[in-house]
């Protein structure tokens, strides 16, 4: 399953990359805020300051994929995070079935060269009893 995360920060990391995110809930909105993404290949920590309050969650996941927005008003970042961290989330699916689709226009291709596809059953002959 893939998670979104959106950032106030500039966390330029690559895709592929597995990270280790631990989060806090804010009393005020009941939702998760980000305390600390590690980029586990590289080692880099970005930390959010303030202290952390209530129970923190740590999980673990992949990158799939990182948008950095700079300039304007705001600068953040977007990172969409597979949490199986297998690549068998959303993008690890899109893949799969590409490849899928491959395999079968492949078979399709050997069972018409080898003229086993489109051949019709020679039909059964008349039985006498």
């Known amino acids: 399953m893939d998670r979104k995360l959106v950032l106030e920060a500039q966390v330029a990391i690559p895709v592929g990359h ?23 290949e590289t080692g880099i920590r970005y930390r959010r300051e303030g202290a952390s309050r209530g129970d923190l969650t740590r999980w673990f996941g992949r990158v799939v994929d990182c948008t950095v927005t700079i300039g304007g008003h705001a600068t953040y970042t977007a990172l969409a995070v597979d949490t199986d961290g297998d690549g068998s989330g959303a993008a690890g699916a899109e893949a799969a079935l590409l490849g899928a ?9 050997q069972a018409a060269r080898w003229g086993g596809g489109d051949r019709v059953p020679e039909p059964e002959p008349e039985r006498f009893w």
């Open 101 to 109: 689709d491959a395999a079968v226009d492949a078979a399709k291709a």
């Open 18 to 40: 597995r990270v280790e995110v631990t989060e806090h809930i804010v009393e005020a909105t009941g939702k998760p805020a980000v305390l600390l993404i590690v980029d586990l």
